[in-house]
């Protein structure tokens, strides 16, 4: 219907001279909006990023079955159908498309039936003529209301739209969610694997110490060492053993934790075996191609913060729309009697039409400032958009930087390893034949210990490092931008 024929329908006295006149109370500022969408591609992405190979594929879904561990793939697979934080990601999901169609309904007819029906006492000196004036009677009704809001202005469909980008956003952010609880899961489940590690380097190194303890001793019944030197080699054993119980606690802590991410109690984090992670070769920093710009739709992140500007502009549309008239459309038809008999008779009928505007005189300026403060949020979704590349970005980078050192820390691990453990042979060799004392021997021993605990670190740095590129790649997660 256009706006002449609805002019026509409306009371002759709200004329179009008035109506100008009436929205013109109501003055609407241009949004001003100062926020721009950075450009990825014109972002300088680094010599890190630049100087890695260009031909890997972008991770799959799921990236941390090529760490060839099949009881991390069975965590991660139950974390993701069962962890109650993911279930409340997709419930939200479901919110917003719930809120989308009560929105959607606003943009369509509407129609409703009533009928009633009440036994009254009509006066006798009312307008109610005999017999039923000073008697009881029944008065029946029945209709059918149909309204529908014209929306001229786009208030309904621009607030149908925000609530559509508000479904993109919470299904972006359920995939970040997954994302992040993977990835956190195969972070902890690295760090399982260290403290193995860790735990095997601590009972060598306290095998070791008890062997320079019976060692002293036997020196020290022959008279060739003091008892001081037993008593230091005492204290080590004691030092070593509190060490280990530490690793050990460490490792129940993070069983627990394994257990708790995947949406399960304590227990089954007691039945978590030694991890066998062994990442393959082709796995070395290599990078997709077109990036950053094919980073955008790969990180939800970033998606959940496009959708958010979309949702930003059409909210400063129903903002805008509120300045101007609103205008809806009401129509009824049905019947109405005194007393039943009469109901269904051609007489009882009743319909009509009733045109409704309204329209904001004075608000005291507060259209003005609800307009001005979409415009902000739009401004601080662009903003928040922009810092989401950034941050991409910046994680890429620099999980670049940490693999290419975990290479050359590698080999330099090696060869301390190397290194600390000859000197401890010449030292317990030099012990045993009386040419030094236990302090050399001691010191010689937590060398090798602290060596082999720096290798191991080392070598867990590369699986997290790799989880991290992961992480910071997409997790094999695709979305559509808007």
């Not at 929306?151 to 607030?159: C, E, F, S, T």
């Not at 320079?212 to 008593?231: F, T, W």
């Not at 790799?466 to 559509?480: D, N, P, R, V």
Request: charged share 20%.
């Amino acid at each position: 219907m256009n706006r002449q024929r609805l002019t026509a329908l409306l009371p002759a006295t709200i004329s179009a001279s008035l109506l100008a006149l009436m929205v013109g109370c109501a003055p609407m500022e241009a949004v001003r909006t100062q926020a721009q969408p950075v450009n990825a591609a014109a972002l300088d992405a680094g010599k890190a990023i630049r100087a890695a190979r260009a031909d890997a594929e972008w991770p799959t879904e799921h990236w941390w079955e090529a760490l060839h561990d099949s009881q991390l793939n069975r965590i991660v697979d139950n974390a993701l159908e069962q962890q109650p934080t993911l279930k409340a990601a997709q419930a939200r999901v479901r919110q917003a498309e719930a809120l989308a169609g009560i929105t959607r309904a606003a943009t369509l007819p509407r129609v409703d039936a009533s009928a009633s029906a009440d036994r009254e006492r009509y006066s006798a000196n009312s307008t109610v003529p005999p017999p039923l004036a000073g008697n009881y009677a029944w008065k029946a009704s029945a209709a059918v209301t149909a309204s529908y809001d014209l929306d001229l202005w786009g208030r309904n469909r621009q607030a149908l739209a925000a609530a559509l980008d508000e479904v993109q956003i919470a299904s972006a952010e359920a995939q970040l969610a997954r994302l992040t609880l993977a990835s956190t899961i195969v972070r902890n489940y690295v760090q399982l694997s260290l403290q193995y590690a860790l735990h095997d380097s601590a009972e060598q190194s306290l095998a070791q110490r008890q062997r320079l303890l019976d060692i002293s001793r036997q020196r020290h019944k022959a008279g060739l060492a003091s008892e001081l030197d037993v008593r230091s080699m005492e204290t080590t054993l004691a030092a070593g053993r509190r060490e280990l119980e530490q690793i050990e606690e460490s490792m129940a802590l993070l069983r627990n934790q394994l257990a708790a991410l995947s949406g399960k109690g304590p227990g089954d984090g007691d039945t978590i075996a030694r991890p066998v992670l062994a990442l393959q070769s082709g796995h070395d920093g290599a990078l997709p191609a077109q990036l950053p710009a094919e980073l955008l739709g790969h990180r939800p992140d970033i998606v959940a913060q496009r959708w958010r500007i979309e949702a930003a502009s059409a909210r400063i549309g129903v903002a805008q729309a509120a300045f101007y008239p609103n205008i809806n459309l009401s129509a009824f038809a049905g019947l109405q009697s005194l007393g039943f008999s009469h109901l269904l008779d051609g007489h009882s009928a009743m319909a009509g039409v009733t045109p409704a505007i309204s329209l904001p005189l004075f608000e005291g300026g507060r259209l003005r400032s609800q307009l001005q403060e979409q415009g902000a949020l739009y401004d601080g979704a662009v903003e928040q958009y922009n810092a989401s590349i950034v941050q991409a970005l910046a994680e890429v980078a620099n999980a670049l930087v940490r693999i290419n050192s975990v290479h050359e820390q590698q080999a330099l691990a090696s060869q301390a390893v190397s290194v600390a453990k000859r000197q401890q042979q010449l030292a317990e060799q030099a012990y045993r034949a009386g040419l030094s004392d236990a302090q050399t021997a001691i010191s010689a021993q937590l060398t090798v210990l602290n060596e082999q605990q720096q290798q191991a670190v080392v070598a867990s740095k590369q699986l997290e490092n790799y989880t991290l590129l992961m992480a910071a790649l997409g997790g094999g997660i695709k979305l559509e931008l808007p």
